[in-house]
C-alpha cells in the first residue's frame, strides 16, 4: 500500500511539474481553456502560479521519498 501511495505522488509531482513549465513558458492567451490563469487578450506570464505548481510538485515529491521507505513491522 505504502508503494502506490508513493507511486502515486510521483505522478501527481510529474503533472504539477508539467504544469509549472507551461506557466513559465507560456502565456496567458495561449494558456488551454481549462487551466486557471487563462485571459484570451493577455501576454503575460503567470509567475505565481507556476511558482505555486512548483511548490506542490516539490511537495508530491518529498512525500513520495518518504513515503516510499522500509515498511515497518
Given at each position: 500500500?505504502?508503494?502506490?501511495?508513493?507511486?502515486?505522488?510521483?505522478l501527481i509531482g510529474?503533472?504539477?511539474?508539467?504544469?509549472?513549465?507551461?506557466?513559465?513558458?507560456?502565456?496567458?492567451s495561449s494558456l488551454p481553456h481549462v487551466v486557471p490563469g487563462y485571459m484570451a487578450d493577455d501576454t503575460k506570464i503567470h509567475i505565481k502560479h507556476g511558482l505555486g505548481s512548483l511548490l506542490l510538485a516539490l511537495g508530491s515529491f518529498a512525500y513520495a521519498w518518504f513515503s516510499g521507505g522500509s515498511p515497518s513491522k
Amino acid at each position: 500500500m505504502q508503494k502506490l501511495k508513493a507511486i502515486a505522488a510521483v505522478l501527481i509531482g510529474v503533472f504539477f511539474l508539467g504544469l509549472a513549465v507551461l506557466y513559465f513558458t507560456t502565456p496567458a492567451s495561449s494558456l488551454p481553456h481549462v487551466v486557471p490563469g487563462y485571459m484570451a487578450d493577455d501576454t503575460k506570464i503567470h509567475i505565481k502560479h507556476g511558482l505555486g505548481s512548483l511548490l506542490l510538485a516539490l511537495g508530491s515529491f518529498a512525500y513520495a521519498w518518504f513515503s516510499g521507505g522500509s515498511p515497518s513491522k
